[in-house]
C-alpha cells in the first residue's frame, strides 16, 4: 500500500470489515445524485436541457478529482453544503428566474437553435449576452464538481483499502447499478424532486453515521437540504404538477367560466408546451368573439381529417393530451391511435381535456415512441399525424433530443409505408429557421417524390399554429381543398398572409445524422466555449482541491486508463443512439443499455477471475475487431422482432464490446498500485469522451465507432509493460 495511505487517518471512521459494504453503498449513492442532478437541474435550468451531458461532465470531473486525491481529508459538509447553496438559489424566485433565462443568454450564438430565442443585431449586447451566460453556467457547474469531490475520495479510499480488486470492483459497478434503477424507478411512479432528495437523504444518512466524526453538523446539513427540496417543487398557481420519466409537466387553468375551465395550459421543464382546449362546435359557437365562425372547423387539429374522403383509420404521432385525437372524433375517424411517449401527458389529458377524447371508444391510445411504433405495428392508416412533435427535453447521455430520430429520412419512409392507397400525411412543426422548414419539406419531397403543400397557421384560439406539411396522396388532398369552399378559401388565405418557399436544398436528417436543428454538420460554437470552460473548471477545480500537475505527471499506466474511460463513454453514447433507433428513444431504452453496459462490466470480472490466462493483447484483437464490425451492422433489421426478444438481441449486440474492454480494464486494474488514481484516470477520460461527443455534430454517430477503436488503439499503446506480460489477472490473495 502506498505510503499515504497507511498514515493514522481523523477523518473517517473506517471499520475494516465494512470496506465493501460501504463502497456498495457510496456506488449506490454517487450513481443516484448524479442522476437526480443531471434530471434535476437539466429541468429547471433549461440551458443545460440543450447541452445534454454537461451535468454528467461535471460530475465525472468531481469523482475523479476526488479519487486523485483521496489520500486528503474527506469531509461530508463539503458534498452537503455546496448542495444545500444550490437548492437555495433554486428557491429563491429572482435567482431561479435570472438561471433559467442563462438559455436565452447563449441563445444569441444562433448556429445551434435554442428555444426562447433573444434576437438582437448588437455585437455588443450579444458578447455581455454570452459571457453573462457562460459565467452562470460556470458557476453552476462549479458547484457540482464541489459536490462529488468528497464522495469519490471516499470511495477511492475504500477501493484502495480493499484486498481484493475484484471483488471490490464488481461491488463499486453492482452498487452503480442499483443506484441507477433506484432512480429508474423512483421516476416510474412520477415522483417529484422532494422524494429524491428524500431518499438521498436516507443513503446519505447511513453515510454519515458509518463514517463521520461530526453527525450532527452533516445530519443537520441533510435536514435543510430535504426541507429545501419541498420548497424547490412548489409551483404557484398550478392544478396539477407531475414529474414523468421525461420531463416536468405543470397543468394551470387558462379560461374559466362557470361550469369549471375549458381551456388548459401544459408545461413542460418550465417552458409552453400545449394548451388542452375546447374546440367543439356547440362550445366554439357559443363564444364568437374568442373563436372566429368562419375558422369553425378548420382548426389545425381538424385538417388532416379535411385532406382525405374517408378518413377512417388516423394515426397521431406525438398525441400530447388529446387535441388531435378530438378533432378526429369531430370529423368522423373511426379509428384513431393516438401515439405519445410520455405517460404522464396522457394521464393528464384523460384527467383534463375538455372534450374527453382519449376516453371515446375510437380512441386507441399507445404509450409508445413513434419510430418503434412505425416499426411494429402492421395496421395502415387512411391519415398520419406528426402532431407539433418538437421536444423540449433531451437525455442525458447523447446530443439527440426526443424528436430527432421522428424527422430521419428513415423515420419518414416507414411512416410513408403506414399509409393505404391513397393515404395522406400532415406533417405540422413550428420551424424557428428557414432552414428547419426547408429541412422538413426536403425530407417529404425526398421520400415522397413529390414537393408538400404547405402553409403557416397562425396562433389563435383554434391552436398554437405552425407550418403544416402535407404529403402522400396530393390529387386526392387537391380535390377535398377544392371541394370545399371555406376550406380552400382558408387555405388560399393562409398562403398570401404568410409565403412560403423552400429551395429544398439543406441537409436532410438521417438516424446517422439526425440534428434537426442544425443547419450543416457542424459543431455549434457553443460547444466549442462549453470546451473551454470545462478546462478552466479542471484547471480551477485541481487548484481548490489541492491536486497540483493534475495531468503532467501522468505515467503510462494513467494514459492507458484514460484511453479506455474515454473509449468506453463514446460506446455508451453510440449504444444508446443506435438502440433509440430500434426499440424507441424512451427512458426504458436507456435504462436498459446503460444497465446492460455495467451487467457486461460485472460478466467481464467474472470472465477475468476464472480463466486468469487469458492473454490481453487477444483480448485486445477481439474487442477492436468487434468495435469495428458494429460499424457495418444496421441494427435497424431487428425491428421487426418483439420488444423483449429486441432488447436482448439489440443490448447484447452493442454491449458486447464492453465485455472485453471490461476484461481489459479489470485486468489492468488488479495490476496497478494506486487504485484511486487509476480510476480517477479513467473518470477523466470520461469526461473527455462525454465532451468529444460533440463531434457526432460534424461527423455523425456510426464514426463514433472509429474514434472508440482509436481510443482503444491507444489504450493498448499506452499498456505497462508489467500489465501485459504473464496472467491476465492475478489469484484474489495476490491482487495487491
Not at 2 to 10: F, I, L, N, V
Not at 514 to 537: A, D, N, R, T
Not at 590 to 619: C, E, H, R, T
Request: hydrophobic share 50%.
Amino acid at each position: 500500500m502506498h505510503a499515504e495511505h497507511t498514515q493514522k487517518r481523523k477523518d473517517l471512521l473506517i471499520v475494516p470489515g465494512k470496506i465493501a459494504w460501504s463502497v456498495f453503498l457510496i456506488s449506490v449513492v454517487g450513481l443516484f445524485l448524479e442522476m437526480l442532478l443531471i434530471r434535476w437541474i437539466g429541468t429547471e435550468i433549461r440551458i443545460f436541457a440543450y447541452l445534454q451531458n454537461t451535468i454528467l461532465v461535471a460530475c465525472f470531473l468531481g469523482i475523479g478529482l476526488g479519487l486523485f486525491s483521496s489520500h486528503q481529508q474527506i469531509k461530508f459538509q463539503q458534498t452537503l453544503i455546496p448542495l444545500s447553496i444550490l437548492l437555495i438559489l433554486m428557491v429563491i424566485p429572482s435567482v431561479r428566474t435570472v438561471l433559467g433565462n442563462i438559455s436565452e443568454a447563449l441563445s444569441v450564438l444562433d448556429d445551434f437553435v435554442i428555444w426562447g430565442l433573444f434576437e438582437t443585431t448588437d455585437n455588443l449586447v450579444k458578447i455581455s449576452l454570452v459571457v453573462i451566460g457562460l459565467i452562470g453556467t460556470y458557476c453552476l457547474l462549479f458547484l457540482v464538481v464541489d459536490i462529488f469531490v468528497p464522495l469519490g475520495r471516499l470511495l477511492g479510499r475504500l477501493i484502495d483499502d480493499h484486498p481484493n480488486t475484484i471483488w471490490v470492483y464488481s461491488v463499486n459497478v453492482a452498487g452503480s447499478l442499483v443506484g441507477t434503477w433506484l432512480f429508474v424507478f423512483l421516476s416510474f411512479f412520477n415522483q417529484p424532486p422532494f422524494t429524491w432528495f428524500l431518499v438521498f437523504g436516507g443513503l446519505m444518512t447511513i453515510l454519515v453515521i458509518w463514517f463521520s466524526r461530526n453527525i450532527k453538523t452533516n445530519l443537520a446539513l441533510l435536514g435543510i437540504i430535504v426541507a429545501l427540496s419541498w420548497f424547490v417543487g412548489l409551483v404557484p398557481n398550478s392544478l396539477d404538477v407531475v414529474w414523468s420519466p421525461y420531463q416536468k409537466l405543470v397543468v394551470q387553468g387558462l379560461v374559466q367560466d362557470d361550469t369549471g375551465f375549458s381551456k388548459y395550459l401544459v408545461t413542460v421543464n418550465n417552458t409552453g408546451y400545449q394548451a388542452m382546449a375546447n374546440l367543439s362546435d356547440t362550445f366554439t359557437s357559443s363564444d364568437p368573439e374568442r373563436f372566429q365562425p368562419e375558422k369553425q372547423g378548420l382548426s389545425q387539429y381538424d385538417i388532416p381529417l379535411l385532406l382525405h374522403p374517408n378518413p377512417k383509420n388516423y394515426l397521431i404521432v406525438g398525441a400530447g393530451s388529446g387535441n388531435d385525437a378530438a378533432g378526429g372524433i369531430r370529423n368522423g375517424a373511426k379509428n384513431i391511435t393516438a401515439v405519445e411517449i410520455d405517460p404522464a401527458i396522457i394521464s393528464l389529458g384523460r384527467k383534463y381535456h375538455p372534450e374527453n377524447p382519449y376516453t371515446s371508444p375510437s380512441v386507441n391510445v399507445v404509450n409508445n415512441d413513434a419510430r418503434s411504433f412505425f416499426a411494429t405495428t402492421t395496421e395502415k392508416f387512411d391519415v398520419i399525424s406528426f402532431s407539433l412533435l418538437d421536444s423540449h427535453t433531451t437525455t442525458a447521455m447523447t446530443n439527440a433530443r426526443l424528436d430527432h430520430y421522428v424527422y430521419t429520412r428513415e423515420s419518414i419512409e416507414q411512416a410513408k409505408s403506414l399509409l393505404s392507397d391513397g393515404g395522406i400525411m400532415v406533417l405540422t412543426f413550428e420551424p424557428t429557421k428557414n432552414y428547419i422548414g426547408d429541412r422538413m419539406a426536403n425530407v417529404l419531397q425526398d421520400v415522397f417524390g413529390e414537393e408538400p403543400i404547405s402553409f403557416r397557421i397562425p396562433r389563435s384560439e383554434y391552436g398554437w399554429g405552425g407550418v403544416m406539411f402535407i404529403s402522400g396522396d396530393l390529387d386526392i388532398a387537391r380535390n377535398q381543398i377544392n371541394q370545399n369552399q371555406l376550406f380552400e378559401a382558408y387555405i388560399t388565405e393562409l398562403q398570401q398572409i404568410s409565403p412560403l418557399s423552400f429551395p429544398l436544398t439543406t441537409k436532410i436528417a438521417t438516424d446517422d445524422w439526425p440534428y434537426i436543428y442544425l443547419e450543416s454538420p457542424k459543431i455549434p460554437v457553443l460547444f466549442y466555449l462549453l470546451f473551454g470552460m470545462m478546462l478552466l473548471l479542471l484547471f480551477h477545480s485541481s487548484i481548490r482541491w489541492k491536486i497540483p500537475n493534475l495531468i503532467t505527471r501522468w505515467n503510462r499506466s494513467h494514459w492507458h486508463f484514460f484511453f479506455l474511460g474515454a473509449a468506453f463513454l463514446l460506446l455508451e453514447v453510440q449504444n444508446i443512439s443506435k438502440a433509440s433507433v430500434v426499440l424507441g428513444n424512451t427512458w426504458q431504452t436507456n435504462a436498459a443499455i446503460i444497465s446492460g453496459v455495467l451487467i457486461m462490466v460485472l460478466l467481464a470480472n467474472w470472465v477475468a477471475y476464472k480463466f486468469p490466462d487469458i492473454k490481453i493483447s487477444f483480448v485486445y484483437l477481439a474487442l477492436i475487431g468487434i468495435t469495428l464490425t458494429l460499424y457495418f451492422v444496421d441494427l435497424a433489421q431487428f425491428a421487426f422482432l418483439p420488444y423483449a426478444t429486441k432488447i436482448i438481441v439489440v443490448g447484447s449486440l452493442t454491449t458486447l464490446p464492453m465485455l472485453f474492454s471490461g476484461i481489459i480494464f479489470i485486468s489492468s486494474f488488479a495490476k496497478v498500485e494506486r487504485k484511486d488514481e487509476a480510476l480517477g484516470s479513467n473518470m477523466v477520460g470520461s469526461l473527455v469522451g462525454a465532451l468529444l461527443q460533440a463531434v457526432t455534430y460534424l461527423i455523425g454517430i456510426k464514426a463514433l465507432l472509429l474514434i472508440v477503436a482509436a481510443f482503444y488503439a491507444l489504450s493498448f499503446l499506452a499498456l505497462p509493460q508489467q500489465f501485459g506480460q504473464g496472467d491476465g489477472v492475478p489469484s484474489p490473495n495476490k491482487t495487491r
